[in-house]
């Protein structure tokens, strides 16, 4: 049963199937139907509110989609929240690749000239600038989206795990 | 607290399905991918039938709403327009955040802003033109077509489950 959660991906037709039942019981529970492109309407409302609020509140649309943080925005925060990540990282902990993050951690390091370990000693200069281009060849290699590994690497640093380190 | 959970669980069953990937997304306008219309129809499928005998048995009711030709057709072709360039939907957009796609965060959301922050700003020119062409009363396909509920049911699901089989048996 673990091993079905853990899987990256599942077939769509089981992933599918669970959107039909949750948009039952959506529809049981609280009367609406998923979905979340209302909300950008209404954060683009919530938006323009906070710079020109008498611009906003004259516009005829906004009128009747009123720009407030309801339901159709939860539907967003609900994708980003932290908790559905985690909920997400844990059942696919293939995303995140602690080596490489790590690397990456290193490579930083390495790229701002901080010549001092965590651990106080210092490293040794000509073995540094190796290091770093060593580094930085194999961040390249292993990671030709750098972009994620950035990201893997920001995430990580916030999480407990990182402020451990 | 409710709407966060079932949003939690969209997004992880998007996520789990593949619809929040770039690629599966154009695969799919490139009719090269089946997965994102594998999942769609399923949750029609099931959400289909599900919501039917919850409405037969009175626990749920149904919320036809009013639209027109005009939006339909003009507002779909711009989306679908949006959808095969971008590579995402409103929905899988925020997913694909979710995940950490900078494309998504980056085009995707601030593009949303801005096309919504556009559309309200012409909504009173083309709320008497393109929004009223063909308007269409507030019912429901069996209502509209004056047929049974439970015929249309049994019709529709036979259709999306046999493109489905036709799917697979052609290797898609």
């Known amino acids: 049963m673990f091993e079905f959660f853990t899987q990256a991906q599942w077939s769509p037709y089981v992933a599918g199937a669970g959107i039909g039942v949750l948009s039952c019981l959506a529809f049981l529970l609280s009367d609406r139907p998923i979905g979340c492109s209302?909300?950008?309407?209404?954060?683009?409302?919530?938006?323009?509110?906070a710079i020109d609020p008498v611009r906003v509140s004259s516009k005829e649309y906004y009128l009747e989609i009123v720009p407030r943080v309801d339901w159709d925005w939860r539907n967003i925060v609900g994708f980003w929240c932290p908790v559905g990540r985690w909920l997400?990282?844990?059942?696919?902990?293939?995303?995140?690749?602690?080596?490489?993050?790590?690397?990456?951690?290193?490579?930083?390091?390495?790229?701002?000239?901080?010549?001092?370990?965590?651990?106080?000693?210092?490293?040794?200069?000509?073995?540094?600038?190796?290091?770093?281009t060593m580094l930085s060849r194999s961040i390249k290699l292993q990671c030709p989206d750098r972009a994620r590994a950035a990201l893997q690497y920001y995430v990580w640093i916030l999480s407990p795990e990182g402020w451990c380190y | 607290m409710l709407g966060l959970l079932f949003s939690i669980m969209f997004g992880f069953f998007l996520q789990k399905g593949?619809?929040?990937?770039?690629?599966?997304?154009?695969?799919?306008?490139?009719?090269t991918d089946f997965t994102v219309l594998k999942l769609m129809l399923s949750?029609?499928?099931?959400?289909?039938?599900?919501?039917?005998?919850?409405?037969?048995?009175?626990?749920?009711?149904?919320?036809?709403a009013e639209g027109s030709i005009g939006s339909n057709v003009i507002g779909g072709l711009i989306f679908g327009v949006g959808f095969a360039l971008l590579g995402y939907c409103p929905g899988t957009v925020a997913g694909a955040v979710g995940k950490g796609a900078f494309d998504a965060l980056f085009s995707g959301m601030i593009g949303l802003l801005i096309g919504a922050g556009f559309f309200a700003e012409i909504y009173p020119q083309v709320k008497t033109c393109v929004l009223a062409w063909g308007k269409l009363p507030a019912v429901t396909v069996p209502e509209?077509?004056?047929?049974?509920?439970?015929?249309?049911?049994?019709?529709?699901?036979?259709?999306?489950?046999?493109?489905?089989?036709?799917?697979?048996?052609?290797?898609?």
Request: overall charge neutral; glycine content about 10%; aromatic content about 16%.
């Open chain 1, 38 to 49: 209302t909300a950008f309407v209404k954060a683009r409302g919530l938006i323009g509110k």
């Open chain 1, 88 to 132: 997400h990282e844990w059942a696919w902990d293939q995303w995140f690749d602690p080596t490489l993050a790590c690397q990456y951690h290193h490579g930083l390091l390495f790229f701002c000239r901080r010549d001092r370990y965590r651990d106080g000693t210092i490293p040794d200069h000509r073995c540094v600038r190796e290091e770093r």
């Open chain 2, 43 to 64: 949750a029609v499928i099931v959400g289909m039938i599900g919501f039917h005998l919850l409405k037969h048995f009175g626990y749920v009711q149904s919320h036809a």
């Open chain 2, 18 to 31: 593949g619809a929040t990937d770039y690629h599966v997304i154009t695969g799919q306008m490139l009719l």
């Open chain 2, 144 to 172: 509209f077509l004056n047929l049974n509920l439970w015929i249309v049911i049994i019709l529709m699901e036979a259709f999306m489950i046999g493109f489905l089989v036709l799917l697979e048996y052609f290797g898609l």
